[in-house]
């Protein structure tokens, strides 16, 4: 399973660190990602790490302010976010892919709950 949490209420320019946690043996088996979908719109990519985070890369709409990183040994992605917008007000996803880098939601296995960011001006 995975388990996204660090979700909450934060006024624009300030910040969030999401974590994801996975279970099992096999966490470092996997790419992941961070998606993020507002409301009434489609779910979107926000940022992928590599297995052994060596790799990362992101939308362009958040370049330069949230950074994906992982921690093998605990199991866990994180995204740290900085010098948060409204439109930044989502829910987060965070998924799994066995495959390569992909901003495609059909290319991620298994998804985690979602936890949600909101921003307020």
């Known amino acids: 399973q995975l388990q996204a949490c660090g979700g909450g209420l934060v006024q624009a320019g300030g910040s969030l660190r999401l974590s994801c946690a996975g279970s099992?043996?096999?966490?470092?088996?996997?790419?992941m990602g961070w998606f993020r979908q507002a409301p009434g719109k489609e779910r979107d990519f926000v940022a992928y790490?590599?297995?052994?985070?060596?790799?990362?890369y992101y939308t362009d709409s958040v370049k330069g302010r949230f950074t994906i990183s992982r921690d093998n040994a605990k199991n866990t992605v994180y995204l740290q976010m900085n010098s948060l917008k409204p439109e930044d007000t989502a829910v987060y996803y965070c998924?799994?892919?066995?495959?390569?880098?992909?901003?495609?939601?059909?290319?991620?296995?298994?998804w985690g709950q979602g936890t949600l960011v909101t921003v307020s001006s």
């Open positions: 998924a799994r892919t066995s495959g390569s880098y992909s901003v495609y939601r059909r290319d991620y296995e298994y």
């Open positions: 099992g043996r096999t966490f470092s088996n996997y790419g």
């Open positions: 790490i590599t297995r052994i985070g060596g790799t990362t």
